[in-house]
C-alpha cells in the first residue's frame, strides 16, 4: 500500500505555487489553492471562541522536553548534625 510521502506533498505544494504565483503572499489564496475555505473556518472559530478569535496573539507558553526532570523541592528540611 502506497502512502503520501513528504517528497510527493512538496512536489505538489511547488506546482501550485507554480499555478498561484501570488497566492504565495497571500495566506487565505494559498489556502483556497488546497481546497481550504480559510472564511469558512474563521467563522467557525468565531463561532465557537468569540469574535476576533485567530486576531488575537496567545503568549506562548513554555513547554517541557519529553524526560525532562524538573528539580525536586525540599518539603521537610532535614534536622542538623
Known amino acids: ?3 503520501v ?3 510527493a506533498v512538496r512536489d505538489e505544494l511547488a506546482g501550485l505555487v507554480e499555478q ?3 497566492a504565495a503572499d497571500d495566506d487565505a489564496a494559498v489556502l483556497a489553492a488546497l481546497g481550504i ?3 469558512r473556518i474563521r467563522a467557525a472559530v468565531e463561532a465557537n471562541f468569540g ?3 485567530l486576531d488575537r496573539p496567545i503568549a ?3 513547554v517541557q522536553a519529553i524526560g525532562q526532570v524538573r528539580p525536586r523541592r525540599r518539603i521537610v528540611e532535614e534536622p542538623e548534625r
Open 1 to 3: 500500500m502506497a502512502g
Open 37 to 39: 475555505d480559510m472564511a
Open 5 to 7: 510521502t513528504a517528497q
Open 20 to 22: 498561484h504565483p501570488r
Open 60 to 62: 506562548a507558553q513554555p
Open 51 to 53: 469574535p476576533g478569535a
